[in-house]
């Protein structure tokens, strides 16, 4: 936050063809001085997210921004006690600042949970709960968007699954798919963990004739709850979806008269569509499912297989290519290391987990349905989406990003897995481990401990967080400014 405030300061806001509703006044000292420290946070599509929480929505292509964060954004707007007189945005935009430094925490210690969970290797799951705090796509967890959210709702929700609370897990996944239409793709992990927990089951022991009318209950029973919990997740992207049906698509409804001139005036020079104004119903009414999203999506911003597969689109498929390749590496990785467990889909009682031997870490059995989560999302975000997006899309969505760097900066970096070992070269420690009572080093954050001694790291090592370091500094200082970025 302190960072972008100096960049927004020291550098000139490009005119970048954005969104940008008209600001009424009378602006005082105050909102001048929230506008100065915290504009950079309010960039982009931060600005649809402030007017959604201001306004509601008034303009069609507002509605592919999902209203959970908006409405957080206004519920805190209005509890919050403000000593000093604030215009609605300044309100909602120091709102905006405070909530997503709350929920980007708790996604943090929700991926570490859920990296014990998974992983069972604590010390890799701490590692990528550090990295996941200066991710790549961290101007977006702290700016105006939904990221911190859903990666909070998301992280915790597979935590609940893991832990086998289900029904809790099925609340947060729906709240998450209320935050970001990708949320619906979190129904497969439902899905995934009922029918591996049967295909175990019937592992066990041989099903005899008389065990088949209890199989069948079981397989009714688990069909019946996997089909409840889906349809739970899938409800709040319904009802939005109805909800724009009725706004827009309804007969007029006057609300074009609290509507400001200015905002009217720059619909009509844009060419957005205002609810409840007169004229032809949008295309997407008449069809047989009207869904407003993928109608947005593909009118407003072109979003479809390979449009974005043009020559001049080649700077942001280089922007994308670092997060392209460390997806694509762990994915071939963990292919490569459990063949047999990919062939047949994890849905195989194998040797070792029948004897409580089951490898851990990245590369464990449990890792599988994380990592077919996150291959998916990759390639239908490089061939669908503007690409660009692909590394703030994974950093929120997936923790696959995270424990793969991790399991990499612990398999190739001699500072990681050494412990208690001194610098064979020097004779010293490495920097940022002090030593204990015991005759042991120890060291409070491995990832200082990696930056302090940048020059004795592997090059793998130097690339993984310069990778990440390198996104996160040039997202405040692009982002913030107006200027391109994912």
Known sequence: VVLQAVFNLLIPDHAADAFSPPRPGPWS????????????LGRWDAEHFLFIAERGYLLEHNCAFLPLFPLGLRALAALLPWPVPLQPRSRLLLSAALLNALLSALAAAALLGLGRAVLRQGRQAFLAALLFSVSPAGVFMAAAYS???????????????????????????????????????????????????????????????????????QVLSLASSAALMCAGIFLPFALFQYYAYLRFCGPGTGLAQGIPEPLLQLARDKGYRVAGVGGDKPPWCSQRFPVVYSYIQDAYWNVGFLRYFELRQIPNFLLALPVTLLGSWAAWSYISTNPRHCLTLGLERSKGEERGKARDGFC??????????????????????HVQVLTRFLGCSSPILYWFAAHLLQEHEPLLRSTGTDNPTSGKPPLGKSPSSCGKRTSDNPVVRLLLNWRLLTPLSKSILGFFLGYWLLGLILHCNFLPWT
């Open 364 to 385: 464990g059995p449990a890792a599988f349905v994380y990592v077919v989560h996150a291959t998916a999302l990759l390639v239908f975000g490089f061939f669908c989406m």
């Open 147 to 217: 990221e911190s959210m859903f990666a909070f709702l998301a992280f915790s929700a597979m935590w609940r699954l893991e832990r086998g609370r289900g029904w809790s897990a099925a609340l947060l996944f729906s709240l998450a798919s209320g935050t970001r239409a990708n949320g619906l793709v979190n129904a497969g992990f439902f899905l995934y963990s009922r029918g591996q927990r049967f295909a175990l089951q019937l592992q066990v022991g041989a099903a005899s004739r008389r065990k088949l009318p209890l199989l069948w209950k």
């Open 29 to 40: 000292g105050w909102d001048a001085l929230v506008e100065r420290l915290l504009g950079g």
